[in-house]
């Protein structure tokens, strides 16, 4: 049977951050950190349950670039049409 250690709260921040936003993956980054696959599916597990879902998450964000991208297509058009009144 495994030790059991306590990991501080800014380690696993770090290790969270590394596989949800870097990418990195969760057996990769339990081995350089010594813990078990297992715990970081855990903690991830119970940050999902009080987010909402990465696939969610990406949904929203390419749905925010494309409108970003659309208010500042039309505010070129705008800019231009005005441009060509005076």
Request: glycine share 4%.
């Amino acid at each position: 049977m495994g030790t059991f250690k306590i990991i501080p709260k800014e380690v696993k921040e770090q290790i969270l951050h590394r596989v949800k936003v870097d990418g990195i993956s969760v057996p990769q980054v339990a081995k350089e950190h010594g813990i078990s696959d297992k715990t970081i599916y855990t903690w991830l597990k119970k940050d999902i349950s009080n987010n909402v879902s990465f696939s969610e998450y990406n949904y929203y964000r390419n749905k925010t670039k494309l409108l970003y991208e659309l208010v500042g297509k039309l505010t070129f058009e705008l800019e231009r049409r005005t441009f060509k009144k005076n």
